[in-house]
């Protein structure tokens, strides 16, 4: 699999994100700050609730420019060495049923799934369990990910 075309489908997907993340935000402010939303009497709270989610749209906008950046300083910092799973790798796996699992532990953004070359490759960040399961693990290495109350194992196949 090339690893550039995913980055770069990473990378539109998140712009993307940010592209309607800004509408949203745009969209909540024009909603609480219009004239015809103005209170006419104690209990007419439209604008007030306009103007909470105007803020957190606001904030979703920044979280997304945040994970923008730090792909960005991913991709000017991408890991070379390729013997123990860092962020900015792609990892080969393999369940004990012998299916195959691609993953690209990320700096940000985890969950966002593609498929290329007919293969599903989902983002995972070293904050999550499987991310913090596969930080440090070599090739050959099994790799034990607990989620709630279950444990999914896997062999590390290949690192790119």
């Known amino acids: 699999m090339n690893k550039q075309v995913l980055l770069e489908r990473i990378e539109a997907q998140l712009e ?3 592209q309607i993340a800004t509408e949203a935000a745009m969209r909540a402010y024009n909603t609480a700050t219009d004239d015809e939303n103005v209170a006419e009497n104690k209990y007419d709270t439209f604008a007030l609730e306009a103007s909470y989610l105007a803020h957190g749209q606001a904030q979703r906008v920044e979280e997304c420019k945040a994970d923008i950046s730090a792909y960005q300083h991913l991709f ?4 070379t060495q390729q013997t123990t799973i860092v962020v900015g790798h792609l990892v080969s796996l393999e369940d004990q049923q012998g299916h195959a699992k691609k993953v690209f532990l990320g700096p940000a953004a985890g969950g966002l799934k593609f498929l290329i070359n007919n293969e599903e490759v989902i983002t995972v960040t070293p904050g999550s369990p499987f991310g913090e399961a596969l930080l440090g693990r070599e090739i050959d290495e099994e790799v034990d ?8 194992w896997f062999d590390v196949i290949d690192i790119e």
């Open 16 to 18: 993307q994100t940010l």
């Open 76 to 79: 000017a910092t991408m890991p």
């Open 145 to 152: 990910i607990h989620i709630g109350g279950n444990v999914l």
